[in-house]
C-alpha cells in the first residue's frame, strides 16, 4: 500500500504564499501521476495540480498562473507552489497518486487557511 503525507500547510495572509510537499513511501513502482486536490469547507475536493511521469502538468482554472506543481520523481516527491493566495483557496489540501496500474492513492490532508 502506497503511503502519501504531506506538510506544509498552515495560516497565511492574503497575497501571500505557502509551499506543500507531499513524500510518496511504499511503493515498488513509479507513480504515474502526483498531485493535489483541494477540499474547500463543506464542499467536494476539486483537482488543483496534477503532474504526470513524463513532467506534463494540467491547472485548474483558479491555480493557472498562482500555482506552481514539480515533482522529484527520485525523492517521490511532489511539491505545491502556492503564490497570491485568496481566501478561497482555503481548505484542506490533499495529496493524491495513480499508479501504473489505475491504483490511486491519498494522504490525509494538510489544512490551509488564508485570512482576507
Known amino acids: 500500500q502506497v503511503l502519501l503525507e504531506e506538510s506544509g500547510g498552515g495560516l497565511v495572509q492574503a497575497g501571500g504564499s505557502l509551499r506543500l510537499s507531499c513524500t510518496a513511501s511504499r511503493n515498488k513502482f513509479t507513480l504515474d501521476v502526483m498531485g493535489w486536490f483541494l477540499q474547500p469547507p463543506g464542499q467536494q475536493r476539486e483537482l488543483v495540480a496534477q503532474?504526470?511521469?513524463?513532467?506534463?502538468?494540467t491547472y485548474s482554472d483558479s491555480a493557472k498562473g498562482r500555482f506552481t506543481v514539480s515533482r522529484d520523481i527520485a525523492k517521490n516527491t511532489v511539491t505545491l507552489q502556492m503564490a497570491s493566495l485568496k481566501p478561497e483557496d482555503t481548505g484542506v489540501y490533499l495529496c493524491f497518486a495513480v499508479g501504473p496500474t489505475g491504483g490511486q492513492y491519498w494522504g490525509p490532508g494538510t489544512q490551509v487557511t488564508v485570512s482576507p
Open positions: 503532474i504526470y511521469r513524463n513532467g506534463l502538468t
